[in-house]
């Protein structure tokens, strides 16, 4: 799979990210200069606002290095992703955390589970948005809530062409030094230039039924946290 479109087959996404579990953190790390750790998963956490007795579904929860925050802060989380590597890493790293592999697109939970779903950086790889949408609604009880942190489209079209090519020439460069599947990085570069604007994501959010949907645009829209509400 070296080609982004928005029609992916579900085995070979989680392929390529049990392929890259081991160094993921790292080359987000460097491939975002520092700005998903230092900026956008702290804003996005103050969007989940975690709490005691919270229960919080991180969605494609990857190592679980997002999830020990939430559990930090006292809520009860519960850590899904598809690829059984990057849970495999995430449970040497934190045994602590309650880690689960399973489908977007068939949750393995009961309907009003939880009180918050989250997706971060993976809402694109999933061969059927709508379809996500709606199963992360159904196990989310009524009046709770939909935090998406995704890579978005600049709003200043300079600095969206300038983004883009770092995207398709900067980000596969640098997973070559220092990812052990670079490949991988190629391919979701190309995801990115794919994916829906906030606008179009916002209106698939809600036709999948949600409601109150809003979005706030990060680094001049490199990146767009959106969130929704359950009607009760």
């Not at 804003?43 to 229960?55: D, M, N, Q, Y």
């Not at 969206?160 to 070559?176: F, G, I, Q, S």
Request: overall charge neutral; hydrophobic content about 45%; aromatic content about 8%.
């Amino acid at each position: 799979m070296t080609r982004a479109d928005l029609s992916k087959q579900p085995h070979d996404v989680a392929a390529m990210f049990d392929n890259v579990a081991e160094g993921y953190d790292r080359t987000n790390a460097v491939a975002t200069m520092g700005l998903e750790k230092l900026y956008w998963r702290p804003e996005t956490f103050k969007e989940i606002a975690p709490r005691k007795g919270l229960k919080i579904l991180d969605l494609a929860a990857g190592t679980g290095a997002s999830s020990t925050k939430l559990r930090e802060a006292g809520a009860e989380v519960v850590s899904c992703d598809f690829s059984v590597g990057m849970l495999t890493v995430g449970k040497r790293r934190h045994p602590e955390l309650d880690l689960i592999a399973g489908d977007a697109l068939r949750l393995p939970f009961a309907d009003s589970t939880f009180d918050v779903v989250t997706i971060s950086w993976a809402l694109r790889n999933v061969n059927d948005v709508p379809l996500a949408l709606t199963e992360m609604l159904r196990v989310t009880r009524p009046g709770g809530r939909l935090v998406v942190l995704e890579q978005s489209h600049p709003t200043w079209k300079p600095f969206r062409v300038v983004y883009l090519e770092y995207m398709m020439r900067a980000v596969p460069a640098v997973a070559k030094v220092v990812s052990t599947n670079p490949e991988a990085y190629e391919y979701l570069a190309e995801s990115t230039r794919a994916w829906l604007p906030q606008e179009p994501l916002a209106r698939a959010i809600e036709e999948a039924g949600w409601t109150r949907v809003q979005w706030r645009n990060l680094t001049g829209g490199l990146v767009a946290i959106h969130r929704a509400v359950k009607p009760t």
